[in-house]
């Protein structure tokens, strides 16, 4: 049984520029959160979605920054415009249920120039 | 969710057992307390969680006490690939995100 897998591992973009990072979920996983971790602090939650809701999104910044979970394919977190600040390791997780444990992925490394 | 207090950094021989403990005295009792570790900068990983009673899997043992206020993450036979910060979390069953803290910066060492 794959893990949850994320695309891609390592990303560059200028400053202005979009990102846009993919998550596929475990199999059989219909709920999918999405983690930031800056340089030199702790994880952070971002959004929390099941298959085409948003559920938690609590903690993601009121501008720049989307994210989606279709019916087919991966979960998609975008930022627009990205800035310096979003440089930081983004990581995605996926459960069958909630409340129930997380399982990450490898993250992808968001570096902006 | 209940706050975690957990010791910055532990140490612990090769071949030995590690034992990091967590403190979760504001705990109420429909929250389960779960532990996560990040070796580097790789994604985190599930260890193990548990309500009331003791848990083992083929990672670790957790036991935590009758109270419940606080709990202990047992890895028995440390190896090298074990250093890595573990994260101590509380968290009710209808709970979405985790909230990691500073975690324990375990370093294993031969």
């Known amino acids: 049984n794959a893990g949850v897998m994320q695309n891609p591992r390592h990303l560059v973009r200028r400053r202005g520029q979009e990102a846009r990072l993919r998550c596929s979920p475990m199999?059989?996983?219909?709920?999918v959160y999405w983690y930031r971790q800056l340089p030199e602090e702790g994880l952070k939650f971002m959004v929390y979605?099941?298959?085409?809701?948003?559920?938690?999104e609590s903690g993601m910044p009121k501008e720049r920054f989307s994210a989606e979970f279709p019916k087919e394919g991966p979960s998609i977190l975008r930022i627009q415009q990205v800035v310096r600040g979003d440089s930081a390791a983004y990581f995605c997780?996926?459960?069958?249920?909630?409340?129930?444990?997380?399982?990450f992925g490898p993250g992808t490394r968001l570096t902006v120039t | 969710d209940a706050k975690t207090t957990q010791p910055p950094s532990m140490d612990c021989a090769e071949g030995r057992a590690a034992n990091l403990p967590c403190n979760h005295s504001t705990i109420s009792g429909n929250e389960y307390v779960y532990w996560y570790r990040q070796i580097h900068s790789q994604g985190p990983q599930y260890i193990i969680h548990?309500?009331?009673n003791n848990e083992t899997n083929e990672m670790a043992s957790l036991i935590i006490t009758e109270d419940r206020k606080s709990s202990t993450l047992i890895l028995p036979h440390a190896t090298l690939r074990d250093t890595a910060v573990y994260y101590c979390i509380v968290r009710g069953q209808a709970g979405t995100a985790l909230i990691f803290g500073k975690g324990t910066t375990l370093s294993v060492s031969s």
């Open positions: 199999k059989g996983h219909s709920h």
């Open positions: 979605l099941q298959k085409e809701n948003i559920i938690d």
């Open positions: 997780a996926s459960s069958p249920n909630t409340g129930t444990e997380q399982y």
């Open positions: 548990g309500l009331k």
